[in-house]
């Protein structure tokens, strides 16, 4: 069917590229007209579990191959890396392509490259490693043969797509941090289907405690998460953020600005720990120092 | 463009229908794996602004006509009206088709039938009602003559697709509300281009207020919408739930359920009244009353 044919996807080069195209909708665009970050990492979502789908390797979890499902284990994200260089709006489709590599000895990496359909400039690279974890102990697992066997042959050998950001993600505190946001629960519509919120979903609460003249004023160019733990349906969220521009001054200006985000439970566990990176609305990549706001 | 012809639907029946298809995707379902109601009335908005862009009607605002916009005019949504059949699971396409009509002297009906591509069961019927209001001043306008020409030859004539539910929606408050859900505000992402809360936002806020065994143990049947006023980005709301069973009792069992619905400033000023009618998962529509609770 056609509308199927062009909803799904369909897998290229040999087997080992899955590609997508997304229409960006109305409702998912900001208030700048502009694809918001969450709308953008869900369509990497989106691709890989189709991906999987299409490959004929989904058993019945959200993305597990049928050798997983029999042994009750499920993919976890343990980091996400992006690079934004410039947001799609209202009408644009973009063309998402992904794959996937081995990482290390019991990790998976998971690529993707967005790129403007219409002028196939780069949108966005991204690069995430998952590991397998038990649904029912909550424990990591290795990866067990017979699953190896499953996902070995769709591994593309290839340099990922951004090099690593190894720089360490500090702990922030009560008081390196410049903001904190308290209180924040999921709603129910934030679960998915293992009644678990979603990783995207930290996105959104991350940037709640980003103090909104950033977010009005700049784009989010970069962001490395490194996930720690899981957050359920009950759990009581504190955001934290600390600012610092180029200059080491923490005001902000039009020039790029970095933050360091902590996500925690009330108790202090650990759920995400982040860095963003901003430049001022409509510069271009690159020119984040030189370049006036235009959206103030 | 092949992507293009399906991501932004066609016009049909001489140009008084338009027409367009949506897969499911992942991140649109919950819990329970069935989209949420907030994705279908995703869905709605996005056909009710592709039909205006389609049928070459768009000026620069979202969804205003050339002469709307040139008299500072938009539209606002005054009553919604919603029955969903079924809730469709990810991967699945539906098709949404939605026409308008007039609606008294200054409004606009618009109307939605939502079915599965697929088996062509109706998932969803969905009927509203629009003004045009002066985005300075946000005061209430008449039509203008030169907008009337515009809109007019796209008239449909035919009844609304749900008989309208004329039945006086109450003013909760304190005392004949059974759950109150205080200091919610709009999330950044929550911010149309007008910098406005979005209206299908506000169902997730009326929803924040229900408790959370319907949620889990029912779903959505009908509701009702009555919008009075709008809501910008420093806006704090309280959300105000009454539950009553079929039988007068306020107690959440496996027969239907209506709840009473009002989403208010702190001050007290209005935003939206509703009702919302919830049925047992997985009964049919018609059968809430004899289908035990399979979900819970």
């Not at 087997?15 to 918001?36: C, W």
């Not at 042959?153 to 720089?167: K, Q």
């Not at 349906?233 to 504190?238: A, I």
């Not at 039009?254 to 566990?269: F, M, T, V």
């Amino acid at each position: 069917m056609l509308s199927d044919a062009f909803s799904l996807g369909r897998i290229v080069n040999d087997g080992l590229i899955f590609k997508q195209n997304f229409s960006i909708r109305s409702y998912e665009v900001g208030a700048d007209r502009t694809a918001s970050i969450e709308t953008l990492m869900n369509h990497l979502q989106e691709t890989a579990l189709n991906h999987v789908k299409t490959a004929g390797l989904m058993g019945d979890g959200f993305g597990a191959t049928t050798e997983m499902s029999r042994r009750n284990l499920i993919w976890v994200v343990t980091k996400m890396q992006v690079l934004v260089e410039h947001y799609p709006t209202w009408g644009d489709v973009v063309e998402v392509d992904t794959w996937v590599a081995a990482s290390g000895k019991n990790g998976m990496r998971r690529d993707w490259h967005v790129r403007d359909c219409q002028t196939g400039q780069t949108i966005m690279r991204a690069s995430s490693v998952w590991v397998m974890m038990n649904k029912n102990t909550r424990r990591l697992s290795k990866i067990p043969e017979e699953v190896r066997a499953e996902i070995e042959p769709y591994f593309l050998e290839r340099s990922a797509i951004i090099d690593e950001d190894s720089r360490k993600l500090p702990k922030l505190n009560d008081d390196t941090a410049d903001y904190i946001r308290k209180g924040l629960t999921p709603r129910w519509g934030d679960l998915d289907v293992n009644q678990h919120v979603n990783n995207v979903k930290y996105i959104g609460w991350i940037l709640e405690s980003a103090p909104i003249s950033i977010l009005e004023n700049h784009e989010l160019a970069s962001m490395t998460l490194e996930y720690r733990r899981e957050c359920g349906r009950d759990s009581v969220l504190q955001s934290l953020t600390a600012v610092s521009t180029d200059s080491g001054e923490t005001m902000v200006d039009s020039r790029g600005i970095e933050c360091k985000h902590l996500l925690r439970l009330e108790c202090g566990a650990e759920i995400v720990r982040g860095r963003t990176e901003w430049r001022p609305k409509h510069a271009e990549l690159g020119e984040a120092r030189s370049t006036p706001v235009e959206n103030a």
